[in-house]
């Protein structure tokens, strides 16, 4: 599975942005994604998560109520649509498909990564 994520940008708090990670490869249904994120010197965080059918969504507490997490699996794309954002959501946002249908709050079970696209929120 290779994963591409695009949508990043700089936006003034309280807008909105969406993120779009596209998928390749036909097994691409099968597994559980996530939404991460990093800024410099901190681990990478758990955003929110998506079972492979898209029936069950997981969010961090920090972003529950703003981010919505959404899968297109005939479209083979990942979204995430983040509203009210913050300065504190400043940061590069990763999507991560799993190894198995559901998704996991931490890293480790991810087994690939899109590049990353940056999050730019001005107070």
């Known amino acids: 599975v290779q994963l591409q994520a695009s949508g990043g940008g700089l936006v003034q708090a309280g807008g909105s942005l969406r993120l779009s990670c596209a998928g390749s490869g036909r097994t691409f249904s099968s597994y559980g994604m996530g939404w991460f994120r990093q800024t410099p010197g901190k681990e990478r965080e758990f955003v929110g998560g998506i079972s492979w059918s898209g029936d069950s969504t997981g969010y961090a507490d920090s972003v529950e109520g703003r981010f919505t997490i959404t899968r297109d699996n005939a479209k083979k794309m990942l979204y995430l649509q983040m509203k009210r954002l913050e300065p504190e959501d400043t940061a590069v946002y990763y999507c991560?498909?799993?190894?198995?249908?559901?998704?996991?709050?931490?890293?480790?079970?991810?087994?690939?990564w899109g590049q990353g696209t940056q999050v730019t929120v001005s107070s």
């Open positions: 991560a498909a799993a190894r198995e249908g559901y998704y996991s709050r931490t890293p480790d079970p991810y087994k690939w």
